[in-house]
């Protein structure tokens, strides 16, 4: 008799929000998804998606995409991945990137694990994105926190020698949480001076809720590793 190995379902960062999509949205996933989104189950060449060679970012989860249009905008000479489980915030992505004519973002609405794992080679990021994560809060859901070794390692994968990973949060205790993952792994190497956290830079544009955050005297907390 064989017994297959069993796998558990792996647990996910996310939980799919049914989420209103409004007209526009709902126009732009009809008529522009085509010429942007990526389908998660097709092999892919990135060059040939974006018709040249250039350093590539990957965004995991990025909400409503104004951040990473403002990004993609301010620094056209990279091409920039965006992977977003929401449909509405895809829709509203899509409608920036139209009305900038934005060419430099394509899209995954899928699990940006799934596609870490299957669609991204191996050593290929510049670097990877993850602003403002479900921050998961309760102790009883921390297993759902998206960075966890098995992220990191994932990462590492991934990663181009001295790509980088940044990431940002307004929750301290998950910032320190993402500190103690990413130093125990060998592959990466603090990149703030203070071996802590780094000032945000400019290419992170600031967003709406962070504003009103600051004024309200909330802390965020910018964590960014090298690949070594
Ligand atoms: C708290 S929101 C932050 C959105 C945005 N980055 C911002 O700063 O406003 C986190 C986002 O990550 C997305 N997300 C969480 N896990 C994900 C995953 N594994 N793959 C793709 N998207 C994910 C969620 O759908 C959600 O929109």
Partial sequence: MTIEKITPPRIRSFVRRKGRVT?????????????????????IDFENVFGRAAPLIVEIGFGNGDSLAKMAAENPDKNYLGIEVHRAGVGHLLMLIEAQQLT???????????????????????????????????????????VRD??????????????????????E?????????????????NISATQTYCERPDYRPLTKFEQRGIRLGHGVWDVMFAKQ
């Fill in 23 to 43: 007209p526009g949205q709902h126009f732009a996933l009809e008529n522009h998804a085509q010429h942007y989104c990526l389908d998660p189950q097709q092999e």
């Fill in 173 to 189: 205790n998950y910032a320190e949480w993402m500190l103690e993952i990413l130093n125990r792994a060998a592959e990466f190497k």
């Fill in 104 to 146: 430099n973002i394509r899209i995954y609405c899928h699990d940006a694990i799934e596609i870490l794992e299957q669609r991204v080679p191996n050593e290929s990021l510049a670097g990877v994105h993850l602003f403002f994560p479900d921050p998961w809060h309760k102790k009883k859901h921390y297993k759902r926190r998206i």
């Fill in 150 to 171: 098995s992220f990191v390692e994932l990462l590492a994968r991934k990663l181009a020698t001295n790509g980088y990973f940044h990431a940002a949060t307004d929750w």
